[in-house]
């Protein structure tokens, strides 16, 4: 029986027009893991699949034992759907020519689907299996009009280098490409509700704040239990099901994977991240092509963001963390010695929980621009998202988010995560004026900058609040 498939409408759509096509078919569906991209195949595919197999995972072998183990699943795998194949592969070129010779046996006219599950796993060290694949889709595949081939993966950095970018002999050869990313806040409360789990709003975003919208993630969350019993039985149980999940997804996504740790760990500790020299520095990692190949493995994975500031010059380039299960893991997990199984429901006034929900706020905010343009009407006008910060003033101004738009208007915004409406003093009122005073000053921009707040529950009403042009919620969020 198959499970209904949250979101992903855009996905389904194009899956369902390449399989109805009457032309050869390479498609790359991509992304981080745990993001349902087996899931989304399999619920979409699955009865019509002529050949399945997922590759195995290399955390326990390595090298020839590994290309072995690699080349024994495969075999298993073509037997199941019915390979008359007696011995297993020496190498990739004979398993790929089994799969051909299965294939053509199976070919009635109907469309053949290949799903390749894990595919970076089956590239082991002087394997030839790359080779190999160049030649099973350029010496037949490509001229079989009949033939889907599915390819999946979680280390994207490979998918990217391997198979989007290769400059050999896949260059140009992949058909379609289909990157799966994480849900949105709508999405996630159409999971729950689907699921039968009850949360408020604003115990979904905190929800966000923790785990993301990444689908295997929430699907650990049990039916009748409140945000804070979940977390705890996520992260902090004494069998937390997630109690060595940051290890294994850098280890599984990433070939220079501590390194990889190195500079999220780094980035986990400051709002608008770092500079590449500043990761040299701090990390004391070398700053050559290892450190470029982890950076844009991490970028490309979704990890982390390149970006710059407001006003700064275009080659100072900034690096911050994106990932909210690694905030959330480095900030309360990483190498903490509480025994305390409840800890999340015991501790919600700690000063580092308050730190922590005002920085993450900040980047579900900055996750959910298409639904934040829509709050402020502004769909169809060209902008760019950036932080700011002072130049001039050492403990200066800085802003969340500036939007700056093509219409001469920028909004400058501010997120403040809170359980009730949020109420400007005096005090906030001043900094909020100096702010917009030297960020104008500094920039030199002429356009009307519109302060706006974006909010869990709005704007308290006072002397204060006329200073707000616009009042963005955590409903705004869900659409």
Excluded at 185 to 212: P, W
Excluded at 424 to 431: C, F, L, P, S
């Amino acid at each position: 029986m198959t499970q209904k498939i949250i979101g992903r409408k855009k996905e389904i759509e194009e899956l369902r027009r390449l399989y109805a096509s009457d032309k050869p078919v390479f498609a790359v569906v991509y992304g981080r893991r745990r993001i349902g991209k087996t899931f989304l195949v399999r619920e979409l595919l699955g009865d019509k699949f002529a050949f399945y197999h997922t590759a195995l995972s290399p955390s326990e072998l390595s090298n020839s034992a590994l290309r072995n183990q690699q080349l024994l699943g495969f075999y298993t795998s073509l037997r199941d759907y019915g390979s008359q194949m007696d011995n297993v592969p020496d190498n990739w070129i004979l398993a790929f020519d089994a799969l051909r010779q299965l294939l053509k046996e199976k070919d009635h006219g109907q469309r053949l689907v290949v799903f390749i599950d894990e595919l970076p796993w089956l590239d082991t060290a002087r394997s030839g299996f790359i080779t190999a694949l160049e030649h099973f889709w350029n010496g037949w595949g490509a001229g079989k009009q009949n033939l889907m081939l599915i390819v999946c993966g979680s280390a994207t950095s490979w998918i990217s280098d391997k198979l989007l970018n290769n400059h050999g002999g896949l260059f140009d050869r992949v058909t379609d490409e289909i990157k799966l990313y994480p849900f949105t806040l709508g999405e996630c409360e159409e999971y729950f509700k689907n699921n039968g789990i009850v949360m408020s709003r604003y115990d979904q975003v905190q929800s966000y704040m923790a785990i993301g919208g990444i689908p295997f993630y929430l699907s650990l969350y049990q039916k009748g239990c409140s945000l804070a019993q979940n977390i705890d039985n996520l992260f902090f149980a004494r069998n937390a099901k997630l109690k060595f999940e940051f290890d294994r997804l850098y280890s599984s996504s990433f070939v220079n994977y501590e390194e990889c740790k190195s500079i999220v760990r780094l980035l986990s500790k400051k709002r608008q991240g770092f500079t590449r020299k500043e990761i040299t520095q701090q990390t004391h990692l070398p700053d050559g092509g290892g450190l470029s190949n982890s950076l844009k493995a991490l970028e490309v994975s979704d990890f982390i963001v390149s970006y710059r500031k407001y006003a700064y010059p275009k080659r100072e380039i900034y690096y911050r963390l994106t990932d909210n299960f690694s905030k959330f893991w480095l900030t309360f997990c990483d190498n903490k010695l509480t025994t305390n199984g409840a800890f999340w429901q015991d501790n919600q006034n700690l000063p580092q929980v308050a730190s922590w929900r005002g920085f993450s706020f900040e980047g579900v905010c900055f996750y959910h621009e298409l639904q934040i343009k829509k709050a402020l009407g502004i769909n169809g006008v060209q902008t760019e998202l950036y932080p700011w910060k002072s130049r001039t003033e050492k403990e200066g101004a800085q802003i969340d988010m500036i939007i700056d738009r093509a219409d001469n208007v920028m909004n400058i915004c501010e997120m403040k995560f809170s359980d009730d409406e949020y109420i400007i003093t005096a005090k906030y009122d001043k900094e909020l004026r100096h702010k917009l005073t030297v960020l104008r000053e500094e920039s030199g921009t002429k356009k009307a900058l519109h302060l706006t707040l974006v909010t869990t529950y709005g704007l308290r009403m006072n002397e204060y609040s006329g200073i707000v042009q616009k009042v963005i919620t955590m409903d705004d969020f869900f659409g």
